[in-house]
């Protein structure tokens, strides 16, 4: 079955610090990756997402490539801030278009703390 | 507010009473999805429906659990005879009909379940 595996957390940085969040997957075909953040007592915020090898991903200085290669989609971003503090979930869709689209596998989440 | 709308919030209920969650996915939006998430821990499938019809349930969803999407538009999720182990958040999402512009999930902010 399909899975996805997140880098073991929680990661605390401080402010303008480099950030990376590892994921890899597990699926059959070619399923769609997605990045989702929760801020605390919140639901999930799409934060970025790509349907095809090699896309990039972007939103709110965070970047992830679909690297099918190596079967992983990190979570990038090059100067965090305070505000970026929160829970990061990575996730895969089975397919862009087939009937299980949205039937998401998740990620066991990340915890980010950043200090000022 | 266009977004996806769950409500109660949050509920507080004691073993063996039964609780309905409400969800109000965005408008025209065809295909409407729940998941379940408990604390420190990545969201999980339950259902989801196309229109009014249930296409999917996990094994996840017992015989407790029931839900219903009558006109295709809102959807209840009902637990009958709560169990402590049922506590969690319970969340819902939306996304239009797969195609170009079918491959976004939104997640509403879910529904806090306390069983006591």
């Known amino acids: 079955g399909n899975s996805v595996t997140q880098m073991e957390g929680p990661v605390t940085l401080s402010e303008e610090a480099f950030l990376t969040i590892n994921c890899t997957y597990t699926?059959?075909?070619?399923?769609?990756l997605f990045w989702y953040v929760q801020y605390p007592g919140e639901g999930l915020q799409l934060l970025l997402k790509?349907?095809?090898?090699?896309d990039k991903g972007s939103n709110k200085g965070f970047e992830a490539t679909y690297r099918k290669e190596t079967t992983s989609f990190h979570l990038e971003k090059g100067s965090v801030q305070v505000s970026d503090s929160a829970v990061y979930f990575c996730?895969?869709?089975?397919?862009?278009?087939?009937?299980?689209?949205?039937?998401?596998?998740f990620g066991q989440g990340t915890i980010l703390t950043v200090h000022p | 507010d266009t977004g996806v709308s769950q409500n109660p919030r949050h509920k507080i209920t004691k073993r063996g009473q039964n609780v309905t969650f409400r969800c109000d996915p965005i408008?025209?939006?065809?295909?409407l999805y729940w998941y379940r998430q408990t604390l420190g821990q990545g969201p999980e499938f339950l259902t989801y429906?196309?229109?009014?019809?249930?296409?999917?349930k996990s094994r996840l969803l017992s015989d407790r659990f029931s839900a219903e999407r009558p006109k295709g538009s809102f959807s209840t999720l009902e637990i009958q005879r709560t169990e402590q182990g049922d506590s969690a958040m319970y969340l819902c999402?939306?996304?239009?009909?797969?195609?170009?512009?079918?491959?976004?999930?939104?997640f509403g902010e879910g529904s806090w379940l306390t069983v006591v």
């Open positions: 790509a349907t095809k090898a090699d």
């Open positions: 429906f196309q229109n009014e019809a249930q296409l999917e």
């Open positions: 996730a895969l869709s089975p397919n862009a278009g087939g009937t299980s689209y949205g039937k998401l596998t």
């Open positions: 408008s025209e939006h065809n295909r």
């Open positions: 699926a059959t075909g070619y399923p769609s």
């Open positions: 999402a939306s996304s239009p009909r797969t195609g170009r512009f079918g491959n976004t999930i939104y």
